[in-house]
């Protein structure tokens, strides 16, 4: 492993603690953005598969 990578496994590791941290203190807020975050990506493939199933049928 050059040192690099150490660098980068050791930053990666202090980012998931601190969010972990950060997480555990605003877990409401956190829940509310996990769900707004699944409504997004519906909204999205929704819309994704509207527009394939309009491509098909015009076909």
Do not use: H, P, Q, R
């Not at 972990?20 to 598969?49: K, P, Q, R, T």
Request: hydrophobic letters at 65%.
């Amino acid at each position: 492993m050059d040192k690099m990578g150490i660098a980068m496994l050791i930053a990666g590791i202090i980012l998931v603690i601190a969010g972990a941290y950060e997480i555990s203190l605003f877990w409401n807020e956190f829940i509310v953005f996990i769900e707004g975050g699944i409504g997004l990506c519906a909204i999205i493939i929704g819309i994704m598969m509207a527009g394939i199933g309009f491509i098909l049928v015009k076909d």
